[in-house]
């Protein structure tokens, strides 16, 4: 499962995206995971500099709804079931784990 405002985040951080905002977007998402909300979205955006009638009208749209629709359930069909998840060579990492872990992957795939 995900979290209530996980959909509406991953839509806003593409909206920030056509801007060419998408990582500093992405780090005020983070820093402000417990205050999430569509008006926060916007007001975020705002802080950002970004366009805001483009903004919100990308995000009132639900212009990337299915594409994060897709991007989701085809993650749950390659066993995601939480974040981070990275594949190495088609091989799930799940979670946060040490650097140690990630360099016994990549060693086992070279």
């Given at each position: 499962s995900i979290h209530t405002n996980a959909q509406g985040a991953a839509e806003a951080s593409e909206c920030a995206s056509e801007q060419g905002k998408f990582?500093?977007?992405?780090?005020?998402?983070?820093?402000?995971?417990?205050?999430?909300?569509?008006?926060?979205?916007?007001?975020?955006?705002?802080?950002?500099?970004?366009?805001?009638?483009?903004?919100?009208?990308?995000?009132?749209?639900?212009?990337?709804?299915?594409?994060?629709?897709?991007?989701?359930?085809?993650?749950?069909?390659?066993?995601?079931?939480?974040?981070?998840?990275?594949f190495v060579n088609g091989k799930l990492i799940s979670g946060a784990v040490p650097y140690e872990e990630f360099e016994r992957v990549i060693r086992e795939e070279l």
């Open positions: 990582w500093e977007y992405h780090d005020i998402i983070f820093q402000r995971q417990s205050l999430m909300s569509v008006d926060n979205f916007k007001t975020w955006a705002k802080e950002l500099g970004l366009n805001s009638r483009q903004f919100d009208s990308c995000l009132d749209s639900g212009k990337y709804t299915q594409r994060i629709d897709v991007d989701y359930n085809e993650g749950l069909a390659l066993g995601v079931n939480g974040t981070p998840a990275t």
